[in-house]
Nanobody, 126 residues
Framework: QVQLVESGGGLVQVGGSLRLSCAAS????????MGWFRQAPGEEREFVSA????????QYADAVKGRFTLSRDRAKGTIALEMNSLQSADTAVYYC???????????????????WGQGTQVIVSS
């Protein structure tokens, strides 16, 4: 089992920045990847970004490319999501995810990730 705890959400104005963090504990050695999803009210959970733990390969959703940056601390087993130029459309609960047995070709499939955090709210106001 892997436990994930997100932090760093909050309220920010359009154009502002936030940094989310996700700390993993438990059987972290069994995780082949970690990533971020988000879910707005009434919407399905949406892929944001993910990193393959073995080689650092990173994927981004088209909606966040150039604005969001995912990073990791291998020693600590943590990932962070630096979010810049935030837009109202970025408002959502952001979830950290770990381990996708199907590999990088399926990172965008939320139902293939094994472990989830409790989520952290991001509100971008105009």
């Amino acid at each position: 089992q892997v436990q994930l705890v997100e932090s760093g959400g909050g309220l920010v104005q359009v154009g502002g920045s936030l940094r989310l963090s996700c700390a993993a504990s438990g059987s972290t050695f069994s995780s082949n990847a970690m990533g971020w999803f988000r879910q707005a009210p009434g919407e399905e959970r949406e892929f944001v970004s993910a990193i393959k733990w073995s080689n650092g390969y990173i994927q981004y959703a088209d909606a966040v490319k150039g604005r969001f940056t995912l990073s990791r601390d291998r020693a600590k087993g943590t990932i962070a999501l630096e979010m810049n130029s935030l837009q109202s459309a970025d408002t959502a609960v952001y979830y950290c995810a770990a381990h996708n047995p199907e590999g990088s070709a399926f990172y965008k499939k939320a139902d293939l990730w094994n472990f989830w955090g409790q989520g952290t709210q991001v509100i971008v106001s105009s």
